[in-house]
Nanobody
């Protein structure tokens, strides 16, 4: 079974940094595309970033370009989201996910079938 566990969230001040981790089990990570999503209260779940399995190509939402970096360590079955220059509007629960079609990046949550439990990120003074 595909299992994903996020960690690394917390409370930070604006301008601060966090690194989120996604630990994967039950599958070979290098064969799967991984996406990061976030959901704030009262908001739809939105795509933040994605890293493809086939090419390693990365994608970012416009709101996080230049501030967030997605990476993977296939030997450790880990995916990371480095979050720099955090803003209050980044406050959300962050999730990593595997798409239903394992090779395809998408910014739509509907394209993803396996999810972690989420980790809370709060950016506040």
């Amino acid at each position: 079974q595909v299992q994903l566990v996020e960690s690394g969230g917390g409370l930070v001040q604006p301008g601060g940094s966090l690194r989120l981790s996604c630990a994967a089990s039950g599958f070979t990570l290098d064969a799967y595309t991984i996406g990061w999503f976030r959901q704030a209260p009262g908001k739809e779940r939105e795509g933040v970033s994605c890293i493809s399995s086939s090419s390693g190509t990365t994608y970012y939402a416009d709101s996080v370009k230049g501030r967030f970096t997605i990476s993977r360590d296939n030997a450790k079955n880990m995916v990371y989201l480095q979050m720099n220059n955090l803003k209050p509007e980044d406050t959300a629960v962050y999730y990593c996910a595997v798409p239903k079609v394992r090779y395809y990046c998408s910014n739509s949550a509907r394209a993803f079938g396996s999810w972690g439990q989420g980790t809370q990120v709060t950016v506040s003074s």
